[in-house]
Each structure stands twice: as C-alpha cells, then as structure tokens.
C-alpha cells in the first residue's frame, strides 16, 4: 500500500508540472482560483466546474447512503435467527442470503435493501417478514486528499464527515499550501464536478463547511499554483483512478 500510494504521488506530481507550465503560458484559462461566479459553470472537457457541489445521486438530497461493492453488511431477520448473516457486497454489487440467493445491493440504500429483502422473502418463506440491515464495513465511505497535505492518501469517512474534517484526517495542510486552493471533486451519475473551497474562509465562518461524500476527492496546491480548469481535470483524473484502485483493500 506504502509503495502505491507512493506512484501516486510521483503520478500527481508529473501532473502538477503540466499545471504550472500549461497555466502561465494561456492567458485565456479561467483562474479557478479567483473564484466563481454562482450563476454560472465552467466546463473542461467532461468535468464541470461549479461553485457549489450537488449532492451524490440517489441519496435523497445527501441523507442517505449507497451501499457499495466491498461492503460489509449484516442481515437480521427478526425471529428467523437461522437466516441472520453477515455478507459481503461481491463485484456485481450483490449479497448471497439463504433461501433466496443474490440479492442487487450495491447502489441501494439500507432501507431500500431491507425492502428488497423483505419483499423476497415474503414471496415464498415468511409472512410479513421483518429485516434489519446494519452496515459493519463500508468500502464506499472512502475519500482520496491528494497534493499538499501533511499525509495525503486515502481515508475512511464517516456519514457526516465536512471538508475541514476530511482535511484533518490528512494531518492538516502543508506549510507551502494556499487555504485558498482546496478543490473537491465529485461525480454524480454520469456527469463529474469540480468545486474550488477556502479553508480560512470556512474557518473565519465567511463560507459554510461543506459536507465530504464518499469516494470524493480533495486536491490541495501550494501558494505558487495557478490553476486551470483543463489541467485541473488531468490532475483529478490520476486522483480518481487511485480512488477506484484503492477501494477494494
């Protein structure tokens, strides 16, 4: 794990170089940095740059959360103790119960799989069956901080965790690194967003600590990066991919 976090770094830093060179040389790239305007969003490539991000989809406006693949779960059916189970999300994004074999539980929430799960079971074996699921291990609730961070990586996230929590997780920023420059990204069913943050304007209370989801990624840059929006999408490509990489483990 050491080692690969290791590539990673060499990998951002390879990109990082792409940043300082492809930003002072075009004066028509949008300066992320500067801030943006939240009547409008800028776009480089498929990622779409905004001021605010929405929240994951499926999650009822961010409330709940998707089970994922590597999930650990555990399965309870009230007074059926020989049907209780602690299972695992496979990578097809099912679980295996007795009676009623696979069940599609990657993408669901708790109470939708309780549902389903019901539902199944009350088809052929129980009546009115009552089922509890308890997320023991979650896999999803992993967040990358990459860059300027004193131990940058990956980190398990909690339902609630905000972005200067996330940035605590990584041993806080980095002498050299600007607060001004912490960009979160996120994707959202098929579409990918990118939203620029301050930490000091979250810590002087001018700016509302923005709630971290699982699977996002933080970038922290130094005081001498000047940012685009088409290389900002290259860096976060080599950050995304760890992130997908890195979950299984």
């Known amino acids: ?4 976090l290791r590539n990673i770094c060499v ?3 390879c990109s990082y170089g792409l940043f300082m060179t492809g930003c002072t040389s075009s004066s028509s790239s949008p300066d992320l940095a500067a ?3 939240t009547s409008s969003s800028k776009e480089a490539g498929d990622l779409r740059v905004v001021e605010v991000l929405p929240p994951p ?9 998707l089970i994922s693949e590597n999930d650990l779960l555990e399965v309870d059916v009230f007074q059926v103790d020989e049907l209780d189970k602690e299972v695992r999300v496979d990578p097809s994004g099912k679980i295996s119960l007795a009676l009623i074999g696979p069940v599609n ?3 669901k929430t708790i109470q939708q799989l309780e549902k389903e ?6 088809v052929k074996y129980l009546q009115n069956p009552e089922v509890s699921v308890f997320m023991k291990e979650s896999a999803g609730q992993r967040i990358t901080m990459d860059g300027a961070f004193v131990k940058p990586g990956i980190y398990a996230s909690s339902s609630n ?6 940035v605590a997780l990584a041993g806080g920023l980095t002498r050299l690194a600007d607060e001004k420059k912490l960009f979160v990204y996120r994707q959202v069913g098929e579409l990918k967003y990118v939203a620029n943050y301050s930490v000091a304007d979250i810590r002087s209370g001018k700016k509302s600590d923005p709630r971290i989801y699982g699977s996002d990624v933080v970038i922290s840059f130094d005081s001498s990066a000047k940012i685009a929006a088409e290389n900002l999408r290259q860096a976060l490509g080599i950050a995304t991919s760890a992130t997908r990489l890195a979950a299984p483990i």
């Not at 989809?57 to 959360?65: H, K, R």
Request: aromatic share 8%.
């Open 35 to 37: 801030g943006i305007s």
């Open 11 to 13: 990998a951002f830093v």
């Open 57 to 65: 989809a499926n999650t009822n406006n961010g409330t709940d959360v």
């Open 1 to 4: 794990m050491r080692d690969y």
């Open 105 to 107: 539980a990657a993408g």
């Open 161 to 166: 965790t905000t972005l200067l929590q996330a």
């Open 117 to 122: 799960i019901e539902r199944q079971y009350g």
